[in-house]
């Protein structure tokens, strides 16, 4: 089987998420590369170089500086014609971008696959996380967004894939980029981080996050992650939220500070592999999933855990 | 301009869900169903655009059991939608499916915008706004935390891994609702006795000529794997000892 990944970047570096879909492509068979950006050759360079990769398509245009869905989907279902399975990563930009592509060929998508079972069949979460279904597809083509914490990270090293530049098939006129507001941080990216300090409802306000959460997340080197409680009530921006509807972490170390321990919030850090849960209520249900819980006030605890490391 | 609200039938979000002891899916029988959360914000969205007068009219459409009439339709007029379409099949139809009538009510409504959830909270697959929009060839502006209309285009905040994205897209456009984009109302009582009076149209999926066939085939449904409670540590010291153990602090 012949799969193509899209490659995730910001037109300088191509994103970790990338490795993971790789990964699970190569699980299916020969993985071909899409690189498609504005100024790109250093992303097409960086992906030739993913173990295991043959070759790396480039489309290079304005139209696709952005990664907007109504440019981009018509080049991938463009190139399907050579292609048998598309996978992207499960990043809100895949996710705009796959199902995009599954309609343009009459194909029902495969979403956050967990594992690859076969050649069409493949385990997936369903009911936030709470039950696994294996799928089996009837289509001939595959579209399937990949979820980054299930599957390893493919060397970014040892590749020797060709560049191959494909013709761009230009600005469809639906829609503009009109600005972001993207985060800069000295922390480690929540998705990819070893250890993740999260903090919850608990932290009362923004304030508390900046002087109980980020010194210890700070010690550790830690990424801050935080419930959706806290980013509803306005703690901490959207990008924050670790959760079913927000990012998937599987981090070595998670700590979990002033967190109940929502379905919700449980689905998207239960992969982590130590769980440390703070909390004054020793009902709470995040003790149910951590390894190690200490009760008591998060004010005191934090603050002195801080200190003494 | 007239907005289209495509909603769906779901386990409640406040019932845990439970797999079936033959692995054949999750027990729905006998439990509360109610309307897809984000699906009741897309709601939310349109009857604020309609009281804020840029909207002249709300038509909600629902595919599934003739129950989605009561459980989720309703709901939605007394929210203040105008009026419901409700697409009745006993069969599951997948995303694509979906996204393959809705675009044929769309044809029959011309809707300037519509607005749907990012997400169902029972398969998760966060497809059908975005299918939907390739199938009618419009823009899409998905996972939105901000949406406004000026002319004829529409301005759409998205969130974003790194943070938020905005896109400005022309209309007709489609956008999928993310959880801040607003709270939506309560359907109060007396809205509800009141909604009862607001059409609703039935329809067949057979009515609109579309296959909707599964593509795929559940094979089975499993329970994840249990994480274990693990130890309660009784001071900070402890704690500390833990951390150092785990490799993570010095």
Known sequence: ?309 | MKLLVPVKRVLDYNVKPRVKPDGTGVDLANVKMSMNPFDEIAIEEAVRLKEKGVATEVVVVTIGVAKAETDVLLTARAMGADRAILIQTDDEVEPLGVAKLLAKVAEEEQPGLIILGKQAIDDDSNQTGQMLAALLGWAQGTFASKVELAGERVKVTREVDGGLETVDLKLPAIVTTDLRLNEPRYATLPNIMKAKTKPVAKKTVADYGVDVSPRLKMLKVVEPGKRQAGIKVGSVDELVEKLKALGVAK
């Open chain 1, 1 to 309: 089987m012949k799969t193509l990944v899209w490659v995730e970047h910001d037109n300088q570096s191509l994103k970790d998420a990338t490795l993971a879909a790789v990964t699970a492509a190569a699980k299916l068979g020969e993985v071909h590369l899409l690189v498609a950006g504005k100024g790109v050759d250093g992303v097409a360079a960086e992906a030739a170089k993913i173990e295991g990769v043959g070759k790396v398509h480039v489309a290079d245009d304005a139209a696709y500086e952005h990664a907007l869905a109504e440019n981009v989907a018509p080049l991938i279902v463009a190139l399907m014609d050579s292609h048998d399975a598309v996978l992207f990563p499960a990043t809100t930009t895949g996710k705009n971008i796959a199902p995009r592509v599954a309609a343009g060929l009459d194909v029902m998508q495969i979403s956050d696959i967990l594992s690859v079972e076969g050649p069409d069949t493949f385990t997936r979460p369903i009911y936030a996380g709470n039950a696994i279904a294996t799928v089996q597809t009837s289509d001939k083509k595959l579209v399937i967004t990949v979820r980054g914490t299930a599957f390893a990270k493919a060397a970014t090293s040892g590749g020797s894939g060709t560049v191959e530049a494909v013709s761009a098939a230009g600005d469809k006129g639906l829609s503009t980029f009109a600005g972001a507001e993207i985060a800069e941080s000295t922390r480690p990216e929540l998705t990819s981080a070893k250890v993740i300090v999260s903090g919850g409802r608990a932290l009362q306000n923004s304030e508390n996050f900046h002087t109980i959460i980020e010194p210890l997340a700070d010690k550790l080197g830690a990424a801050v992650g935080a419930s959706r409680a806290a980013v509803d009530a306005g703690y901490v921006p959207n990008d924050y939220q670790v959760g079913q509807t927000g990012k998937i972490v599987a981090p070595e170390v998670y700590i979990a500070v002033g967190i109940s321990g929502a379905i919700q919030h449980l689905a998207g850090m239960k992969d982590s592999k130590t769980i440390i849960a703070i909390n004054k209520d020793e009902d709470a249900p995040i003790f149910q999933v951590a390894d190690i819980g200490l009760v008591g006030d998060l004010f005191k605890i934090v603050p002195e855990l801080t200190g003494k490391l």
